[in-house]
């Protein structure tokens, strides 16, 4: 053990503990994870978006609320507006530096509502079944037949705008394929000895569902979520650019295309900024999700 | 289904009742699905803010008013037989008056439908004839080059919001080059000449032997429709490649190629023979998936379709529109759906 070096020790075929063989499996993930140039690519993307949203006010050459009537639509290189100002003279730059943290933020809000309540409507509905199973999947099913911008448009005009109330209408728009893969998982673990085997030292549905098939539903969720998260990220920027997400004087990246539509044909660069980050982070989200199917489940790839 | 019955020798015993059954089930789950999307409408409708009454009467209305056209609107009525009430209306096709023209929205959805039919069914047409092919020769020569063109394209597609790639579009192809009509179905001049028959302009401007008007439109529906077509393409050639990788690597390809065919025939005389259904079924959901596209498209070019109408209804509060809008939107994304599983279970032996 004492010569071993720390990859050694992880990549042993014979490991010594439960933990052991865990990180083992972990590492060979992320090993397989780290040949694939594309997934590293969206990934450091991503980390990159994460830091710049941690260090906004640094990195950011100007308040992005500002506005500096005297210097409006100011073009591209301009000196210290690189990318340019926008019809009020705010940096665009900056705005775009901020709006990465609204992004994120919405994301994070999707990724945490929507798979937890299609985690919990599909195993139970997997697990319970009977009409339980019936009516919650006749329910995902008449969410799932709904086109999502549409329904989520309806729950935005109903709530109000404003970027809670997308974010809502979006996870209850997101659900149900959710629902629908956990269910699958459930079905497939529910026969395991397994589960009988804790089913007949007692363990009730609850114990069950949460300690035994949540866990195992978790891997093939990730991978959904990574993959749908450019859709969120698009259908959060849609809803933006409708003005039926955040509001302005709010630097989000929709809303700033939003904006900059006025004056496509004679300052382009006003819209195309914002777009091109939106294209960029919904592709690293793609790119990561397509690496993450790889590793955890070679199955579902092709 | 005759045909269905026909391939299963082995279930000739009761041919019946399995068909009979399966068509019942079927109607029934299309039932409670149309129901639910009724209901989740009517749910939105009442959660709104915006009080029903209110908004028909005014803010000035005298409370005998109000009241009046409380009771006239069911409100006093218990939750559940306000939405039956709901659901008889909108099974006739009534969707309730428009807060802002004051006409039944019914009427001024049959008139902007047909525009966004016309867009999405122009987009997936550039997206089959373009995207089948494409898929075909990347899963023929997996790793090629054209294999990674034809990744980069679909992966572009999945990641780009469709509204900035139109302002793109309008910025290079109209503002710079001139090659394309702008926003809006025809040109001014050419507004309201053509008589409108079939609401699809195109289709009318045929009708009607105007090639002049014909040519503005198409220059006009060609940007946002390709727009919509490469969006359909992305997914349309990504299904089509791992569909031919799973036929080319069955065991009847190989047969072939021992028996010396021609690899063109190989591939589109077999290979692709058997995934006509797959295909079918895939297109009709991107068809079903343009249609939601189309929301954002017509706003960008001012398109006067049923996206354009829903947003315009929404941002001025007009509740009934909105939701009118929904529940046509949705019924025809069921119906593509349901038609899709109907035309695999038909056509597909195996899916009995």
């Not at chain 1, 099913?141 to 109903?158: H, K, Q, S, Y």
């Not at chain 2, 082995?10 to 089930?25: H, N, Q």
Request: charged share 15%.
């Amino acid at each position: 053990m004492a010569d071993q070096t720390l990859r050694q020790w992880l990549l042993t075929d014979t490991p010594t503990s439960r933990r052991h063989a865990k990180l083992s499996a972990i590492y060979q993930g992320w090993l397989s994870f780290r040949s694939n140039t594309m997934a590293m690519i969206g990934l450091w993307i991503l980390l990159a978006l994460v830091g710049i949203a941690a260090f906004a006010p640094i990195l950011s050459p100007h308040d992005p609320f500002v506005q500096d009537l005297g210097n409006r639509l100011a073009p591209l290189g301009t000196e210290s507006h690189i990318l340019g100002t926008d019809s009020l003279g705010r940096d665009i730059l900056s705005r775009l530096i901020y709006g990465s943290r609204i992004t994120l933020y919405i994301v994070a809000l999707v990724a945490l509502i929507a798979p937890v309540v299609g985690l919990l409507v599909g195993t139970v509905s997997g697990y319970v079944g009977g009409w339980v199973d019936v009516v919650l999947m006749r329910i995902t099913d008449i969410f799932l037949a709904f086109p999502r911008l549409v329904l989520a448009l309806a729950f935005v005009a109903a709530l109000g705008a404003g970027i809670e109330n997308a974010v809502l209408a979006i996870s209850l728009t997101a659900w149900p394929p959710y629902a629908r893969i956990a269910r699958a998982e459930t079905l497939t673990i529910r026969a395991a000895d397994y589960i009988s085997a804790i089913q007949l030292q007692g363990a009730g549905a609850m114990r069950i569902i949460t300690r035994h098939i949540w866990p195992l539903c978790v891997s093939s969720l990730i991978v959904r979520v990574t993959l749908d998260m450019a859709g969120i990220i698009l259908a959060a920027a849609g809803l933006g650019f409708l003005g039926l997400g955040a509001q302005p004087p709010s630097p989000e990246w929709g809303a700033m295309i939003s904006e900059g539509r006025r004056f496509i044909l004679d300052h382009w660069w006003v819209a195309t900024m914002p777009g091109l980050a939106i294209f960029t982070v919904s592709l690293a989200f793609n790119l990561l999700g397509d690496g993450l199917r790889d590793v955890l489940d070679p199955k579902g790839g092709e | 289904m005759v045909q269905a019955n026909d391939n299963g020798g082995a279930r000739s015993r009761a041919p019946l009742p399995g068909w009979f059954t399966g068509t019942l089930k079927t109607l029934g789950s299309i039932a409670v699905t149309m129901l639910g999307l009724v209901f989740i409408t009517f749910i939105i409708g009442r959660v709104m803010p915006i009080d029903p009454v209110l908004a028909i009467v005014g803010e000035r209305a005298s409370q005998s008013t109000y009241d009046a056209a409380y009771l006239q609107l069911g409100l006093d009525k218990p939750v559940i037989v306000q939405f039956s009430y709901y659901v008889w209306d909108v099974m006739q096709g009534d969707f309730g008056m428009s807060r802002l023209n004051a006409r039944p929205v019914a009427e001024d959805i049959a008139r902007v439908f047909p525009a966004t039919l016309e867009l999405a069914t122009l987009g997936v047409f550039f997206g089959i004839v373009l995207g089948v092919p494409l898929g075909v020769v990347a899963a023929v020569r997996k790793g090629s080059w054209i294999d990674q063109v034809a990744r980069v394209v679909a992966l572009v597609g999945y990641s780009m919001p469709i509204f900035w790639l139109g302002l793109m579009g309008l910025l290079v192809f109209y503002g710079m080059l001139g090659w394309v009509g702008g926003p809006g179905r025809v040109g001014i001049f050419y507004e309201d000449i053509v008589p409108s028959v079939t609401g699809m302009i195109l289709v009318d401007s045929i009708l009607d032997r105007n090639w002049t008007v014909l040519k503005d439109a198409f220059s006009h529906i060609v940007l946002p429709a390709s727009l919509l077509g490469y969006y359909s393409l992305a997914y349309i050639s990504r299904m089509t490649r791992s569909f031919m990788l799973e036929q080319l690597s069955a065991e009847y390809i190989t047969t072939a190629r021992v028996k010396g065919m021609s690899e063109w025939d190989v591939v589109w005389k077999h290979a692709f023979r058997n995934i006509r259904v797959q295909l079918i079924t895939v297109i009709a959901l991107s068809y079903a998936g343009l249609l939601e596209g189309s929301v954002l498209t017509e706003i960008i070019f001012s398109w006067p379709g049923i996206g354009s109408y829903i947003t315009t209804a929404l941002l001025s509060a007009d509740m009934n529109s909105v939701l009118g809008g929904t529940v046509v939107v949705g019924l025809v994304f069921i119906l593509l759906n349901i038609f899709s599983d109907l035309l695999y279970k038909v056509f597909d032996p195996r899916a009995k």
